[in-house]
């Protein structure tokens, strides 16, 4: 059995009149993130990390912000495309480890349905997700709530 570890980082502008996509859920928020899809910052580091781990590219390689077929598109899309492209290569999830760093709002009351959102698509269980969040101290683009980025580890196992 191989493995594989994938990294993957995202970042989205937070405006006002927008709605909020995390983990596949609509999180309450007086700001939303910005982006060409529903720019769900979280499944896109996800999707980045598992890309890198097959060593099949990135996020923006496999679904451009240039077409108008991801326009406001549901970024479970992707995931499950991705998962898909991994799949026919061999591969499975092992485990996914994700931070998300926001000022607000309080995101712990939402991770237990980010997770059941996950797993199915993931194809692992929800003790096999985690999902953290912290705040960047007030400090710099995410302090000031002009933006929000999420990271994400994954690990890969060749079936
Ligand atoms: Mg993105």
């Given at each position: 059995m191989k493995i594989r570890v994938g990294l993957g980082f995202d970042v989205h502008e937070l405006k006002s009149?927008?709605?909020?996509h995390l983990g596949g859920i609509?999180?309450?928020?007086?700001?939303?993130?910005?982006?060409?899809?529903d720019a769900d910052v979280l499944?896109?580091?996800?999707?980045d990390a598992i890309l890198g781990a097959a060593g099949m590219r990135d996020i923006g390689h496999h679904f451009s912000n240039k077409d108008d077929r991801w326009r406001n598109a549901d970024s479970k899309i992707f995931l499950r495309e991705v998962m898909a492209m991994i799949?026919?290569?061999?591969w499975k999830v092992e485990?996914?480890?994700?931070t998300l760093v926001?000022?607000?709002p309080k995101i712990n009351p939402h991770i237990d349905q980010m997770?059941?959102?996950l797993a199915p698509i993931l194809g692992i269980s929800e003790s096999d997700i985690s999902i953290k969040a912290t705040t960047n101290e007030g400090l710099g683009y995410v302090g000031r709530r002009e933006g929000i980025n999420a990271t994400s580890v994954v690990l890969l196992s060749s079936k």
């Open positions: 009149g927008t709605p909020l609509l999180i309450p928020s007086d700001l939303g993130a910005v982006g060409h899809s499944i896109h580091a996800l999707c799949s026919s290569k061999g485990n996914a480890d994700c926001l000022e607000s997770k059941a959102a």
